[in-house]
């Protein structure tokens, strides 16, 4: 049976940014992503770091929510501890929600 584990998401930009560490991974997989500002109208870049500090994932110039579409899903093989990072390019304090999910 395939378990899916959600990890949520509740962030507020400070100075256009945010980021957060996930909790370490002995194996599993990214299998989607899903975020939505508070204002559909806002552009930002999303990053996925590993500990290593290899970016995994780099999608750019994303406006509004992320995530619901078919084709946004992924199979992102999960090891270690990462950082989510998103980048608005704004000075404006946005308020970010969403979830990861995993499985396992």
């Not at 940014?17 to 806002?42: C, H, Y």
């Not at 899903?73 to 950082?83: A, E, F, S, V």
């Not at 000075?91 to 929600?97: G, R």
């Amino acid at each position: 049976m395939i378990a899916l584990t959600p990890i949520e998401i509740s962030q507020t930009c400070s100075s256009g940014a945010w980021s957060f560490n996930t909790m370490k991974f002995s194996g599993g997989d990214l299998r989607q992503i899903v975020l939505s500002p508070a204002t559909e109208t806002t552009t930002y870049n999303l990053t996925i770091t590993d500990e290593k500090n290899n970016i995994v994932l780099d999608i750019s110039d994303i406006t509004g929510s992320y995530g619901n579409d078919p084709d946004d899903l992924l199979y992102l093989p999960l090891r270690g501890i990462y950082t989510i990072a998103v980048d608005t390019c704004s000075v404006t304090n946005e308020v970010f929600t969403g979830r990861l999910m995993i499985e396992e």
